[in-house]
């Protein structure tokens, strides 16, 4: 991730769905920033992109059931004390393959928080930081 924050975003398919394992730094203290998965392959295009799904779900909280949200509807990171996060998941909602895999698409951590109802991103504001998950073998 690169941009007013800076970390790193770590995929990994386990037992259950996909680990999500993000540590980033830069981020407003004591406060939560919406993280998602757009379909967006580059940073450039991430600005209006839709969120990484099949066009049927809605926005949702990262723990609505199949359909009830984006795939790439990952919640929030909260900055602690001194502007850093951490977020360590399992989501069965992520692919890692096939035609909605998440690789070799943008990630994004908001502004703000995502509050996980409103249209389009949540209420989380503009792009604070962003990169693009490539796929390491």
Same mark, same amino acid.
């Given at each position: 991730l690169a941009g007013a924050a800076s970390g790193t975003v770590t995929l990994r398919a386990m037992e259950g769905g996909t680990r999500v394992l993000m540590a980033v730094d830069g981020l407003q203290e004591d406060t939560y920033h919406g993280v998602q998965i757009l379909s967006a392959r580059s940073c450039e295009a991430a600005d209006g992109s839709p969120r990484l799904g099949d066009g049927r779900a809605t926005h949702g909280p990262y723990d609505a059931i199949r359909g009830r949200r984006h795939a790439g509807d990952l919640g929030n990171i909260r900055g602690d004390d001194r502007g850093r996060g951490r977020f360590d998941r399992i989501d069965p909602h992520v692919p890692l393959t096939g035609y909605l895999s998440a690789a070799n698409r943008a990630v994004v951590v908001r502004e703000h928080q =995502? =509050? !996980? $109802?409103? #249209?389009?991103? !949540? !209420?989380? @504001? @503009?792009? #604070?930081?962003?990169? $693009? #998950?490539s796929p390491i073998r």
């Open positions: =995502d =509050d !996980g $109802v409103a #249209l389009p991103h !949540g !209420g989380s @504001g @503009g792009i #604070l930081a962003c990169g $693009v #998950l």
